[in-house]
Every structure is written in C-alpha cells, then in structure tokens.
C-alpha cells in the first residue's frame, strides 16, 4: 500500500476492513521512522493509530467535526488528512507543527496545546449546530489525563445537558504525562476491569450515556463503536481503552520517557543525544531536595508536569510524600498550596509559565487576598523557551507582576536563582514567584544576598551618569553587553539587575536621575505591554526629564518564531540597545 | 435563651438537643430579622443555620478546622463564633463583612469570595496536617451549585486521593444562585430520591466515601451524621439536602429572589426599596433580546449568574435555547463561546469582572488563539461596584488588554455602549470585550459610530493644545469635567475618548504633541499597574517631550472601601486632576 495516496479521509472509506488493518500498520511504521528521526509526542500517537483510522473511516469528516483535545496525539490524524508527505519524506518533516492548526488544513478545527479544551470547545459546535439547525456528528477526543482538568470537567457536566448529538471518545491509556493522579482514576480502571459495566460510573454519574471499548486498538471494535453511535440523537462518552505507545515496545514499557521525546534509535529505543547540559530543572531539583530532605513541612507541587522540574520517577520516590502531583489540575494546585502554606507547611509550585495561566484566579483569590507565603516557580516563562503559539511563555510578566501581593523575583544566573530560591521557601511573609530564567544556564560567579524582603530594591551592578539598562532575568546578559558597546563608545552607562518584576525602585530611578541620566532602556524577557518596563515608563513619564525605551517581546501570538530573529525584531541586542540609547540622549537629539 | 451569651461553640456544646433546637429557632429568627432590615444572602443562610449549630456542636473547632466554599452562607457560624452583636444589634450590624475573614476571628480560617475553592484550600490544610503529623479534622462546606467550577471538580478528584481525615459538607439545596444546570445536578437529585443509595454515585466515582443524610436542616440527623465522621481516617462526603430559605416562607417559595437581596418587608417578603433606576444590565438585556429575536444564531451565555445580566426568569424564558447558563464554569463559558462562535454562531458571553479572572486562559487559548469573534460584556468592571475583597473590578483592563487579539472596548455612556456591542456582536473578525460602565446609568445624547472595525482610533472630542486628558469608560465624566475646570483656568486642554483600551491610537498622541501639548493625564476605572494608561506613559516616555500622569487604582486589595474616598485618594477628581497638569506644564516648572 503506498502511503502517499492517501490524499484525504475518503481514500480510506473505500478499504475492506483487511486493507485498513494494512494501512495501519504502514501508518505506524511510518509514524515511528519520522519519530526516531525527528522526535515528537511519541507514545500518545502510536496508541492512537487505530481510533483515528476507525474514526476518519466511520465519520463523513469534515462536515463531522473532530477536535482532538490538546492535539498532541493527531500526527495519524493529519497523515490521514492531506499532510501524508510530512510523516513519510524526511524533507517534509517540518511543514507541519505538532498540534491542529486550521492554517494547514480544513480537518483541523482548533490551534489546541493547552489539555482539557476540547469538551467546552466542542459543545460550542453542538449549540451553534443545534441553532442552526444542522445534522453533522460533533466529536471530542479526550485522553483520561486530560480529564483531571477543571476545564474537562466542566465541559463533561455541562456537555451532558446539550440534549443532542455529541460523541466524545475517552481514550483511556491509563496515564497522563506521566502517572494517573486522581480518585476518577479509580473509577476508569474500575471500568476497564468490568469491562464497562461497573454500575458506579464517572460519565453516567455526569449525565452521558456511555459505551465500552475493551480493545481500543482494534479497529473492528473501534469501527463497530462508532458506528454505534453515528448520528445518535444525544450525548454519549465512548471510553475506549488504548495502549500508550502501542506497537513500539520500548514505548510501551517506558511510558513516561516515550510521551514526548527527542530522536532515538529506532532498534533499541535508546535516546540519540544522551549528553544534555544540565539545566535549570536540574538546579531545581537538587535544591528542593534538600529543603525536602531538612524540613517535613516542605512539598514541591506539580499539576501533572514532573519532567518539568527535574522530577524523574526515582527522585519523586525519594522525596516521596513531599512530592505532590495533583494531576493536570493547576487551580487545584494554587488553591491546595494556597491551604498548605496557611497551615504551615512550605509548597513550593512548578508549574509551565503559559499552563500558569489557568490559576490567575487562584493566584489572586486564593492567595494574594489570603497572603499565604506560597513559592511558585515559573519554568520556560521566557522567548527563548517553547515557540509552539500555544506555549508561549512571554506573558507571565504582566500576569503575575499587576496581582497585589505577589512578589515576583527574576534572577539573572544560576547563582542568583539558588539565593532567590533559598528565600522564598525560608520566608513566610509573601506569596513569591520565581522566574526560572530562559536559555542554558548562567554561572556569574557572583555573590547574591540571602535576604530579599526589603522588596523593590534593585541592584546598581554598574555606574553611570548619561545611559541606563535596567535588564532582568534572562536579559541581564543582553544588558551587560549593551553597557560594554556603550562604554566603548565612551558613554557612561548604569547597569541594574532589578531583581523584582512586581515593584519598581523609586530611590534608584531618583538616583540615576539626578546623576544626569537622560535615557534608560528597560529589558525583559516578555511582552511589553502590561510589563515591567512600563511600570518604569510610567515613573519617568510623569516627570519628564529622563527618556525610557521599553524592550521586550510585541504583543502577538506566533508559532514557531525563530527565536534569534525575534530578539533582534525586538531590538534586543547590544548594539542596538546601545544605538537607541545614543540616538535618544539629548546630544543627539 | 440569651444569644447574646453565646460567645464560642464551646458554650453550645454544653446545651442538650432541645436546646440546641431552641438555638437555632432563635439564630434563625435573629438572621431573619437582620436581613429584612439590612439585606445580604438569604436563602443559602436560611438554609444552612441546623448543619451550622451541628457542626460546631460536633467538630471541636477551631482546633478543627472549617472551610466554608463561598462563605456567603456563614452567618450562623459568625454569631457562634464570637459575633453575635452583629446580628442581633441593628447598631452593630455592619461589623462584620459578607465572607469568612481571619481578621475577625480564628474561627475563619480564609478570606473566600468566588465558589469553588474549599476542596483545594482544604486539601492544602490536610496535606500540611499530615506532614506535621497533626489530628484535627478539616472539614470543607461546599453547596451544589459550587460544584459544577473547574477547581471543586479537580479539588474532589486530587482530594480523594490524600489518603487521610478530609470531611466534605456537600450541602445540596438543588439550587445554584438560579437554578442549577449541569449534568451531575440529575445524579444529585437520583441521589436525593434514593436516600443515598443510587450506585451510580458522582462522589463515588471521584474516589470518595458516602454518606447521605435527608433531612439536612433537622439536627438530630446532621448530629448523628458528623459523629459517624468525626476523625474518620479517610476522605468522606457527607451529602445533606438542605431546604435553600428554609424557615421563611417567601424565600422558600421564591429561591433566587432571595438568594442576595435588599432590605424586604419581613411579613411578606416584598423588597422595601422596589423602584430602582435602570442599569447597564436593562440596556444590556433590551439590547440582547432585540439580537436574540433578530438572529437565532445569537446566544447569550452567563456562568451561573443570570441576574448580574438582566435576565429574569420570565426573561430566560423568552430567550429560550438563545439563553445559555452553563453553570458556575467559567472556562466551559469562554471554551463554548468560542466552539460557538468558530461554527458561526454570535455567543454574547456576559460576565462580572471578578470572576472572569477564571477564564484568563481560555481567553487567549480557545480565543485568541483561535481568533474566534467571541463576545464578552465584562460587568462590575469598576471602582464604582463591588467592594468587597474578593470582587474586586479593577484588574479586567490588565487582564483583557494585554492579551493578543482581544478588542476591549470602554463606552462612556448609554448611547456608546449600546453602539459597541451592536458592532461587537454584527462583526465577525475580533474577540471583541466590552465593559460595561461602572455607577449608574450616563445618557449623554451623543451619537457614535457603527463601526469600530478600524482598531485603537481614539475620537478627539475636544480640541486644546497645552495638555490633554485622555478618560476612559466610566472615568469620561470625571475627564470631561476636568477639562471644564482647566478651561475655566485658561488652560487649553484637549480631551479624548480612547473607546479602546486594548490598543493605543499613536497618530492622535503625536498629533497631540505637535500640536504643543506638554502634560497628559490618563485616567481610568481599574488599577494603573499594567493598565491602559501606562501604554500611552511608555509611548511618550520614550520621545521625551510630553509629561504623562496615569489615574486609576493602587495595586492593592482593598476590602469594604469607600468608593469616593478611594476616587479623591487616586486623584481622580476633575479639580485634582487639572492642578496635576497645570503643574506638569513647563511655564510651572
């Protein structure tokens, strides 16, 4: 069979079931070379071959409508759907991007990353159909990790009162990311044991009709399930248990390791670049170790992202009830630190800066009104960290920086973190949030304090007296290199490391001020607007005499974005800082 | 019996059961009392006077611990916790606030305004228990209508894993502030007809231990129940059904009249005060209907709160499918709306500020994202409206505004609002959020534009050429007067409506400076930090030759404030406003 003539959906509904069985296999063996090659979301596609075939066969797509929940696992989908020459020939591995996207093809309802949309998504379908008055299968696809998400469940509650056709396939592969944490969890797995026929039943108890699929890589049972539930004239969960990884047996016995991975060998499963530089998660990890290990009272916290933080399963087991993962749940785990740190106990939160975004609420309400000394560590909150436009990390600033209370450090190397660290989980004083900063590690060498609750007071790393960078987190090394062109063209530049996102340090900016500084340029490792340095332009704007030029990233989504380039769209290198600095002091003027 | 000489639980865990019978009698009929003359939430406080006496009858508060979801049914816990005067001394009435505070007593162990939130909070006070290796109970209270939010069904589902003591109140009185919608409300009421017994089971299925008790307001019964659970060694549910208003027959009979309501006449039950002006939320409803007849593609959608809307029951009715209450899930409101509107549909999401907070994410994933023209009215968006604590309306313009792609507009009056959401909803190309005006209802006669399509076009409303206020939404009144004082003075001042506070109109700003204007005041109704204002301050920041002052809200939480107390704090008073400027201006320097 010749993959590459398979051009749309319905070059497959004309296959005998033999022919799809075939097609599967080839589809796999396709999958699994460019995944070896390539890299990806490995296991969630290769346990969902079979259903998106069985699918793509049954459904009359794309008048039906699938959305695929966080669209990691629609690699198959998208061979399937005119995107076949991106998973077969190496040439084309890139033209697509790891999730749906309706730029690259009708099929693709949603641009989706974030886990647990899809419900809430697809009953919008429903109801604009049902106003409508049209007749088109509406679909869901959600893995049982996604479930645990505030967002899942109250789509699922809600979804089973729409009252029409609206299919949504649980598939059920027993893990998220990495384990199941959940009491729903209990139920699924009670399910599958009772091959669907336990009376006590999470969807039921919900308000859907439901169905079983005990092999849910086995496309006659896939096919006959969904047929069963074609056209059907109200809500119904179809719960089809999968095997992650399925057909790769390095994938299916590592499921944790294979749900994402870079390239490997095929044979042996063996990861091809096993020497990676030790990172921030790994400074994270280590440190929060030993607060583990020197206070009961300490727990780090993950909403279902361990990997994130440096935890693998061997060091989750060693810190063990210390270690909390709540599942893919990240209000729960605000509002959970939020109680622990009221109690007493120190939870220290690592969580994904754009997955952060679903606890703006917690932040403010569960804590900030309460001021309960929660730590948050915001990992890849950063341009330099994902470029996916679902997992831009650059919006963090404004968030977390205009919420009362919160104070929000930025430390500018690997030293600095370790301080800032240290204090945040010492102190009880402030709910704090840490910037884990972006790119590879920095070691300065430099001495920082161990004491950061004289709040707002930022650091004059450097003196000056005509120019001024103030350059936080990330960007300090930007900024240092800006004051060196500077220096060597002879202008006198301050260089401020200004430590806190969330305060601005007036009796400095006075300072530079009355030094003679007539322009400042601000740095920092996000978008603009809504930022840090706006909060300085605001400052010097009332006054007048000092110009100040805000660097940052524009406030637009993009996919993908080369990130050198996007640094020096935003004028964030050296000499252009340092250009800009001249131009806007007023011997130039 | 003298309520006034009860001063802790402690001195009714002496009294036998017939006393505490006369107790709660006489709690109920102080209560009553009280609101009929004060006003605040009555049926879920009616409601909840027997499980409150039982509960600090049996558990040994403080050193068990309650946390109550919501905590606007905790005025039965505050007279026996210590503040009894406030309620049975008309002078003492304004003591205390709405909510749980742990300034008022160690008996509230958080400040809680939004729902959802005691199953994480109290999940976080067992796990820091457990780490301590502490015995006392922790018990959340949460009601039904509660539980459809994200954070309670991720708080139910992490909660029952934690392995050890963890007491949920599920206090179920079939009713959300309207009624409930959602499909575990059907498993709820098959729960309530089987006396518990339905195997198919919500909390169950959630991993929980079960226990039902029927007669949730008859002592005896919620006694005997929380005995059977007192330093139980596992999670457990304890399901009450509770008769919402329960004790007064106009608030049983009429259960979302009288969930919040003004001072009301206690023999009958009619409000003291029934001719009120028309608000925003008439002209929102008059205007929404109007759509709703005109296109049946048109829905509007609210997250539990019909009432905040405009929209009666009668109203509800009217609308039919076109009206959509999801329920109290505010990610499921955006995630639908933007389903909705991707498939063709106009959803018209209206929504308080506050609470929009929860669906930050989905703003920019499921929508902006996705560049779904979803609609969203924000209410109470203001200094002007709610202020307690937890309801904040100062943060949705740092919120909103700094997400890409989102349009929000700030009409300043009747004629502009009704003109913004007209085009909002007719458009199809932006997420456009509208915000409603805070205080009442501003006709000015002016007429405005059908079309806003052409992005961050300020209108100039009156020319001047020395300095310029530049007044947002609710904050153009004070603006517009502002440059009535100026103009008195013989200061030439320009005054503008932004319309948009998403985006900055640079034409106008540079025109404004040519034209020789030195000193700008922006002003706006929310918090400066991260806000509106700020964009113009760093716009002109970086030229240097206009001075910009930016009024709004301290970065603060501020509970129970005056409001123009807090207006003259921020200097945003007309004759404030122009002193600011008139001293900002060079011939003053």
Known sequence: MDLNRIKSPADIRTMSIDELYELSAQLRKSLLEKLAAHGGHIGPNLGFVEPTVALHYVFNTPEDKIVYDVSHQTYIHKMLTGRMEAFTDPAHYDDVSGFTDPAESPYDLFTIGHTSTSLSLAGGLVKARDLKGGKENIVAVIGDGSLSGGQALEGLDFGATLGSNFVVVVNDNDMSIAENHGGIYDNLRELRQTNGTAPCNLFKAMGWDYRYVAYGNDLRALINAFESVKNIDHPVVVHIATQKGCGYAPAEANREEFHFGAPFDLPTGQPLNISEAPGY????????????????????????????????????KLAGDQFVDVGISEQEAMGFASGMAKAGGRPIFGVVSSFLQRAYDQMEQDVAVNNTPVVVNIFYGSILGMNDVTHLGWFDIAMVANIPGWVYLAPTCEEEYKSMLAWAVKQTQYPVAVRVPGGSVVSSGREFPDDYS??????????????????????????????????HMGVSAALINPRYLSGIDTAILDELAAKGVKAVATLEDGVVEGGFGEKIAAYYAEKGDVKVKCYGAPKELRDRYDRAALLKECRLQPDLIAADLVAMSPANK
């Open 281 to 316: 998660d790994d400074i994270f990890l280590a440190e929060t170790m030993e607060m583990i290990k020197a206070d009961k009272n300490v727990a780090v916290i993950t909403a279902g992202t361990p990997g994130v933080l440096g935890y693998t399963p061997d060091m989750r």
């Open 454 to 487: 004289d709040l707002n007071k930022f650091e004059l790393v450097e003196q000056g007296n005509q120019v001024a960078v103030i350059a936080a987190g990330t960007m300090f090394g930007i900024g240092q290199a800006a004051v060196n062109v500077l220096s």
